[in-house]
């Protein structure tokens, strides 16, 4: 495994041209000489993805038509299986399987994991393979409490990824943290209510 994968993952000669253009290329450019982006899954990265509820899926097919898939469950459905390879249960869905059919002839894949509670994003670059054949990992893979039936798993070996900074990223909560944020708050409020009540009394 190479530990410090080019950038031109993402920058292509193209992105390059107008980096060059628009005057951010020897930026980009020094990062790339201090080692280029990540492809090991550092114990910092496996921890956001363990606690990540989403994330989006893009694939494109054989011509460069692109697709991007939202998919979500319980904190720990995206699995980190080594050092280079993640994989997810593929629930059934509307049954388009518009991104099977472009693994099926274009296996370069994108995730894009968004914490808006900690205003961190992690970019994943890879290649996927769907696997049919391995009751063994799909059950593994299945989360508990998932709900839907699982039809294979996709396992995708990562290339690089990268962090962004958290500019323009709004900060939003998620619905069970902030329920159990009020009800930790009503129950400090009815303690000390409580206890103004004892008081009062004596």
Same mark, same amino acid.
């Not at 920058?11 to 041209?17: D, G, I, L, R």
């Not at 054949?133 to 990992?137: E, I």
């Not at 070996?157 to 909560?173: G, K, L, M, S, Y």
């Not at 944020?181 to 129950?187: L, N």
């Given at each position: 495994m190479d530990p410090t994968p080019s950038s031109d993952v993402a !920058?292509? $000669?193209?992105?390059?041209?107008i980096q060059a253009e628009r005057g951010s290329r020897e930026h980009y450019a020094r990062m790339e000489r201090r080692g280029g982006w990540q %492809?090991?899954?550092?114990p910092d990265l496996a921890a956001f993805i363990a606690a990540q509820r989403s994330f989006y899926l893009a694939t494109a097919s054989a011509d460069g038509q692109p697709y991007i898939q939202h998919r979500g &469950? $319980?904190? &720990?459905f995206l699995r980190v299986l080594d050092a280079e390879t993640l994989a997810f249960a593929d629930l059934a869905g509307n049954r388009q399987y518009v991104s099977l059919g472009n693994l099926s002839e274009n296996p370069r894949v994108q995730l894009f994991l968004m914490?808006? +509670?900690?205003? /961190? /994003?992690?970019?994943?670059? &890879? +290649? @996927? /393979?769907v696997v049919t054949?391995?009751?063994?990992?799909l059950q593994m893979l299945v989360p508990e409490g998932g709900q839907g039936r699982a039809e294979q @798993?996709?396992? =995708?070996?990562?290339? *690089?990824?990268?962090?962004?900074? $958290?500019?323009? =990223? $709004?900060?939003? !909560?998620e619905a069970a943290d902030v329920a159990r *944020?009020? %009800?930790?708050?009503?129950?400090r409020i009815a303690a000390l209510e409580a206890e103004v009540a004892r008081l009062r009394g004596a």
């Open positions: !920058f292509s $000669p193209a992105v390059k041209a %492809a090991e899954i550092t &469950g $319980p904190p &720990g914490d808006y +509670t900690q205003r /961190r /994003r992690i970019k994943i670059w &890879g +290649t @996927a /393979r054949d391995d009751p063994a990992l @798993a996709i396992v =995708i070996h990562v290339t *690089a990824w990268d962090a962004n900074c $958290p500019q323009h =990223i $709004p900060q939003r !909560f *944020a009020i %009800a930790e708050r009503d129950e």
